[in-house]
Structures are given as structure tokens and as C-alpha cells.
């Protein structure tokens, strides 16, 4: 072993070593974070008393617009104060006419009445913005149309909505009823997601949020003009909205750590939708230009590098394998300390069964996503439409 090769290796091993040191102060605070949130649960003398509007944007969800649409007329919530509106986003399916059906419970707007001439890739924007804008009440909803509401969803959301005097709230989304391998890792990946989550809304350094599982008042909406400054991209109709919002009222946003806050969806049926889907992700953290979560996903992908480096390393000099083997072991202890005490929040501990092969290809999509992300030129596909990142 030459001295040049020995330095190199040695640079890889202290990079290794102090990535893996920044990935565990992220995970303790995820931790931290999560224990210190509440959970905001209504009394059972609580009596709703504001108005909510649903906003369901659908582009071809024949397969899951009846069962997410159906969930949504069962809220445990009074009729008289809530309004469901499904906006169809240019179906080439039988999701407008399988909508139709749930008049006069839920009502019908078509992009292609709305907007028929608009151009641009913030189509989801434009759906949502036609929606709020037909709709009347203090409160604004928003869910994806392959999701799934428990009963009580709106009862807890709008309780916590009111307690804290709150402009917006982000809560979970879950992956339901989750049997293979496949589908649990997508599971424990959503509850790593929710626990980034709940550390940016508690640190106040990241604006994040999730579409499919969002509420905000009508005030807030209003007060940042909508989506006006954040229609140029496809995705982020959540974070970028979320980060508007906070940035006018500081104080007044929130995650519910409540499981019957929760929404639940499927889990993404092949590696090749799983991808896009993560890549659309992806986006917004470029785009919405948060420090605190660039930072975050720099230190998660540099991480994984730097250990499949060190990998590489080991496999010619196993001398090195004792620091590659601790720093893993370290990233998977800190990984599963955390997701159990998610896991137990919202009742999906089944899915810590499959956490080893699941913790391997976390590690590894990582490593495709954060190169695939910064490749300027890469166009995704998303409900048939191809969509620049």
C-alpha cells in the first residue's frame, strides 16, 4: 500500500466517521422532537363548531377515488359544517363519472370547464386553487385521491386546528395495511419521513408538509396570496405553501402526532413508481430553497456514500471493515431506536419485522435519488404527464 493510497483511504475512513456522527445528531433529534410533541386528541364533550372545506384533486384514480371519496362523507364530523369538493384534473379514466355518483355529498368541478386552456407544469396547484376558490369555509383540507380517512380524521385535525389558534397543520400519511417486504420498507420509510417532519415543525428550521394529509385556514391562504410565486414547478403545492405560510404567521404551524389524524394510501406497487414518486419528492427540496433541509439531505446522502465507499475500501484491505461494520451498526441502531417509537405512535410495529432489509435499501435508493435529483436535465413521468423536476 502506497502512502497516496493509505491518505486516501484514511480521508474516506475520517468522512465516513464524522457523516455518520452528523447522521446521529439528526436521528436524536428526531427523537427529541418526537417525544416532545403532543398529541392533541378532542375530549369526548367536544362540539364542532367551524366550518371545513375538502379539496380532493384527482387525475385518473378510477382504481381509488370510491373508497377516498366515501371515507370523507363518513367523517365523524357534522354534515352541516363541511363541504367536499373533487376537483378532476383532466381524467383520462372514469374518475369524473365514478365522483359523480357521491352528488350531492360531494361536488364536481372539471379542470376542463375550470381551465381548459392552461398551460405550465403546476397542474395540482391549478386543481387545488379552482377548488378553494369555489369553496365558502374558515377552514381548507386538502388530501390526495388515493387516500384513505379514518372516521375521526376531521374531529382531531380542526380540534388542534383550534386549541392552538394554529394557521397551518401538517399530519401523517401511512402506508395501509402493509403484507410484503416491498411494502413495509415503503411503511418505515413514511415513518422516517413523518419524524423529519415533526423535527421541522418543532425546530421551526424546515417548512415541511404533506398534500396529502394538510390543513390550513382560509385567512392563511389568502394572507400569502394562494400559490402565486410557486407555480412553476409540478410538486409542492404542500412545503412551498407551508413555507409561505410560516413565514407570515412564525408560530402558528404544527404536526399532529395523532394516529387518528392520520391518512393512509397505498403503498407504490413497483421500484419504478416508488422512483418517480421519490424524485417528484426530491423537487421540492431543491426548489423551495430551505437551508436547514438541504443541509439534512446532503448529510443523509453523503452518509451513504461515504459508507459505500468505505465498503468498497474494505473489500481490498479488510483492515478497514471494523470501522465500516461500526459505523453502519451506529446508523442502524440510531434508524430503529427511532422508528420503533414511531411505529408505536400510529400501531405499525409489524413492520420492524422487516427492518434490516429495509434499512439495506433505504441506504441504497438514497444513493440513486440524491445523484438522479441533481441531474438538471431529468424528466420524470406523473399521471401520464412528463413533468420537469
Same mark, same amino acid.
Given at each position: 500500500m502506497?502512502?497516496?493510497?493509505?491518505?486516501s483511504?484514511?480521508?474516506?475512513?475520517?468522512?465516513?466517521?464524522?457523516?455518520?456522527?452528523?447522521?446521529?445528531?439528526?436521528?436524536?433529534?428526531?427523537?427529541?422532537?418526537?417525544?416532545?410533541?403532543?398529541?392533541?386528541?378532542?375530549?369526548?364533550?367536544?362540539?364542532?363548531?367551524?366550518?371545513?372545506?375538502l379539496?380532493?384533486?384527482?387525475r385518473?384514480?378510477?382504481?381509488?377515488?370510491?373508497?377516498?371519496?366515501?371515507?370523507?362523507?363518513?367523517q365523524?364530523?357534522?354534515?352541516d359544517?363541511?363541504?367536499?369538493?373533487?376537483?378532476?384534473?383532466?381524467?383520462?379514466d372514469?374518475?369524473?363519472f365514478?365522483?359523480?355518483t357521491?352528488?350531492?355529498?360531494?361536488?364536481?368541478?372539471?379542470?376542463?370547464?375550470?381551465?381548459?386552456?392552461?398551460?405550465?407544469?403546476?397542474?395540482?396547484?391549478?386543481?387545488?386553487?379552482?377548488?378553494?376558490?369555489?369553496?365558502?369555509?374558515?377552514?381548507?383540507?386538502?388530501?390526495?385521491?388515493?387516500?384513505?380517512?379514518?372516521?375521526?380524521?376531521?374531529?382531531?385535525?380542526?380540534?388542534?386546528m383550534?386549541?392552538?389558534?394554529?394557521?397551518?397543520?401538517?399530519?401523517?400519511?401511512?402506508?395501509?395495511r402493509?403484507?410484503?417486504?416491498?411494502?413495509?420498507?415503503?411503511?418505515?420509510?413514511?415513518?422516517?419521513l413523518?419524524?423529519?417532519?415533526?423535527l421541522?415543525?418543532?425546530?421551526?428550521?424546515?417548512?415541511?408538509?404533506?398534500?396529502?394529509? +394538510?390543513?390550513?385556514?382560509?385567512?392563511?391562504?389568502?394572507?400569502?396570496?394562494g400559490?402565486e410565486?410557486?407555480?412553476?414547478?409540478a410538486?409542492?403545492?404542500?412545503?412551498?405553501?407551508?413555507?409561505?405560510?410560516?413565514?407570515?404567521?412564525?408560530?402558528?404551524?404544527?404536526f399532529?402526532?395523532?394516529?387518528?389524524?392520520?391518512?393512509?394510501?397505498?403503498?407504490?406497487?413497483?421500484?419504478?413508481?416508488?422512483?418517480?414518486?421519490?424524485?417528484?419528492?426530491?423537487a421540492?427540496?431543491?426548489?423551495?430553497?430551505?437551508?436547514?433541509?438541504?443541509?439534512i439531505?446532503?448529510?443523509?446522502?453523503?452518509?451513504?456514500?461515504?459508507?459505500?465507499?468505505?465498503?468498497?475500501?474494505?473489500?481490498?484491505?479488510?483492515?478497514?471493515?471494523p470501522? +465500516?461494520?461500526?459505523?453502519?451498526?451506529?446508523?442502524?441502531?440510531?434508524?430503529?431506536?427511532?422508528?420503533?417509537?414511531?411505529?408505536?405512535?400510529?400501531?405499525?410495529t409489524?413492520?420492524?419485522r422487516?427492518?434490516?432489509?429495509? +434499512?439495506?435499501?433505504?441506504?441504497?435508493?438514497?444513493?440513486?435519488?440524491?445523484?438522479?435529483?441533481?441531474?438538471?436535465?431529468?424528466?420524470?413521468?406523473?399521471?401520464?404527464?412528463?413533468?420537469?423536476?
Open positions: 502506497n502512502h497516496c493510497t493509505l491518505a483511504m484514511e480521508a474516506i475512513t475520517y468522512i465516513t466517521i464524522l457523516s455518520t456522527g452528523a447522521y446521529l445528531l439528526i436521528i436524536a433529534g428526531m427523537i427529541i422532537a418526537w417525544l416532545r410533541t403532543p398529541t392533541y386528541k378532542p375530549p369526548d364533550t367536544y362540539l364542532p363548531r367551524q366550518s371545513c372545506s379539496i380532493v384533486p384527482a385518473n384514480e378510477e382504481e381509488h377515488i370510491r373508497a377516498c371519496l366515501q371515507s370523507l362523507c363518513e365523524e364530523y357534522p354534515a359544517l363541511r363541504e367536499i369538493f373533487l376537483i378532476d384534473d383532466f381524467s383520462e372514469r374518475t369524473p365514478i365522483a359523480a357521491f352528488a350531492p355529498d360531494v361536488r364536481l368541478l372539471r379542470m376542463r370547464d375550470e381551465a381548459p386552456n392552461a398551460r405550465g407544469p403546476a397542474f395540482k396547484k391549478r386543481a387545488l386553487a379552482a377548488g378553494i376558490s369555489q369553496s365558502a369555509n374558515k377552514y381548507i383540507l386538502t388530501t390526495d385521491a388515493d387516500c384513505i380517512s379514518p372516521p375521526g380524521r376531521l374531529r382531531n385535525l380542526l380540534f388542534q383550534e386549541k392552538k389558534g394554529l394557521h397551518a397543520l401538517t399530519a401523517p400519511v401511512l402506508i395501509h402493509p403484507e410484503t417486504l416491498w411494502e413495509h420498507f415503503q411503511a418505515l420509510d413514511f415513518l422516517a413523518m419524524g423529519v417532519t415533526a421541522g415543525q418543532a425546530t421551526r428550521l424546515m417548512p415541511l408538509a404533506n398534500g396529502a394529509n +394538510f390543513c390550513f385556514t382560509r385567512e392563511a391562504f389568502e394572507a400569502v396570496n400559490y410565486g410557486i407555480d412553476d414547478i410538486s409542492g403545492d404542500d412545503v412551498l405553501l407551508m413555507k409561505k405560510i410560516r413565514k407570515k404567521f412564525r408560530k402558528k404551524t404544527a399532529a402526532k395523532n394516529p387518528e389524524a392520520a391518512v393512509f394510501t397505498k403503498a407504490e406497487p413497483t421500484l419504478l413508481a416508488f422512483l418517480r414518486q421519490r424524485l417528484r419528492w426530491a421540492k427540496t431543491n426548489s423551495h430553497g430551505d437551508k436547514a433541509s438541504q443541509y439531505s446532503s448529510i443523509v446522502w453523503g452518509n451513504s456514500t461515504a459508507l459505500l465507499m468505505a465498503f468498497t475500501i474494505a473489500l481490498d484491505y479488510p483492515e478497514f471493515f470501522v +465500516f461494520y461500526t459505523c453502519l451498526a451506529a446508523n442502524a441502531i440510531a434508524d430503529y431506536l427511532f422508528l420503533h417509537i414511531a411505529a408505536k405512535t400510529f400501531g405499525q409489524k413492520s420492524l422487516y427492518f434490516v432489509p429495509a +434499512f439495506l435499501m433505504q441506504r441504497l435508493y438514497v444513493l440513486f435519488i440524491g445523484m438522479a435529483a441533481s441531474l438538471p436535465f431529468l424528466r420524470i413521468s406523473w399521471k401520464n404527464r412528463k413533468i420537469k423536476k
